[in-house]
């Protein structure tokens, strides 16, 4: 029994055969352990998915992103605190630990800048290629920053110097945003549409003198469809600060008219002009009476102001049921002998 413990005091490169033994024992134990949980992880991880709880969703992104590399630089660090090695080999493993570990938490940080993302993105409901784009934008910035924050950690915890690179990253990311910030304010202007959501595909939009319905929502541009048949192309810095009236997301529409009738019609007839029209508005579908009443005494006229909603249900739906009020008005109009007034002038000799 001596002869075997004794074995275990000889020395191997600075250390004992029992110290080596435990530091293998430990990387096996922690490599092995970390395997079982990102295995068992990954087998209930679409059953977390399907109930819908974020935070076992994003565990779950976790331990998917879990590089298999890094877990063998965390074992090799606590293996390695068991263990005198010379400076140049503790340097070694201290650069590969420090470097698996800035890895592994890029890593983490961008599975959760990207489930942030992608359950804002889901909550919207958004399906169009554009908003995608925008999104995927989004990602490659986020991402973009979070290696370069983390790599500059490795750096500094590594006795590197980072201010003068900090300082040169500082003054060339002026420049270029200098540069570009045309095609920035364009990029950002498309992650706000993304993720605020003022209009999608689809919406019928108002923008300053253009009309027109959304076809493209891209990372630069938006296109209009306009009511006349040509494309616009819209710059997306500019659509943010213009006043954008969504058609399409207009429930109802209200329409007032103006019915002139001529000042010489009877009494009756005038108590009349009210009820008929409610008919005319009654009979399109999905059209509203609010008040018909004697706004003005002209002239020439006696000016009723008809009021009515009509239910937005796409389409031509509004345009429509505005054609059958009026030419309801029209007829029933003429049936009941209501002439309406037009301006006219008497020459007296």
Request: aromatic share 8%; charged share 20%; glycine share 10%.
């Amino acid at each position: 029994m001596q002869d075997l413990l004794s074995h275990f005091d000889q020395q191997f490169l600075g250390n004992r055969l029992g110290d080596w033994l435990l530091a293998g024992a430990v990387f096996a134990g922690i490599f092995l352990v970390v395997e079982f949980i990102r295995g068992l992880v990954r087998t209930r991880r679409e059953r977390w998915q399907r109930a819908g709880s974020p935070a076992l969703e994003l565990f779950g992104g976790f331990a998917a992103a879990t590089s298999r590399l890094v877990v063998i630089s965390v074992a090799l660090y606590f293996a390695e605190e068991l263990l005198h090695l010379p400076p140049r080999a503790d340097r070694i493993f201290e650069i590969v630990i420090v470097a698996g570990i800035a890895v592994q938490l890029a890593l983490w940080a961008t599975v959760a800048l990207g489930f942030g993302v992608d359950r804002h993105y889901r909550r919207q409901g958004a399906e169009d290629t554009g908003a995608r784009a925008s999104v995927g934008a989004l990602m490659f910035l986020g991402q973009l920053a979070i290696w370069a924050v983390f790599a500059l950690l490795a750096l500094d915890n590594l006795g590197i110097n980072i201010t003068a690179l900090v300082a040169g990253l500082g003054v060339g990311g002026i420049a270029v945003a200098l540069a570009v910030q045309t095609i920035l304010s364009d990029l950002f202007g498309s992650m706000s549409i993304a993720l605020d959501k003022p209009f999608t595909v689809g919406d019928q939009l108002r923008i300053d003198d253009v009309e027109g319905t959304v076809e493209y929502i891209g990372i630069k541009s938006t296109r209009l469809r306009s009511v006349s048949g040509e494309q616009v192309i819209l710059a997306n810095a500019d659509v943010l600060k213009s006043r954008v009236r969504n058609l399409g997301r207009m429930p109802q529409r209200r329409v007032q008219a103006r019915l002139r009738i001529v000042r010489e019609t009877p009494a009756g007839l005038l108590d009349k002009v009210p009820v008929l029209a409610r008919e005319a508005v009654e009979a399109a579908e999905g059209a509203h009476f609010v008040s018909c009443l004697l706004a003005l005494i002209g002239e020439y006229a006696l000016e009723y102001e008809l009021v009515y909603t009509v239910v937005n249900r796409g389409g031509l739906h509004i345009p429509q049921a505005m054609d059958i009020v009026n030419r309801g008005i029209l007829a029933r109009f003429a049936a009941a002998g209501v002439v309406f007034a037009y301006p006219s002038q008497r020459q007296v000799s």
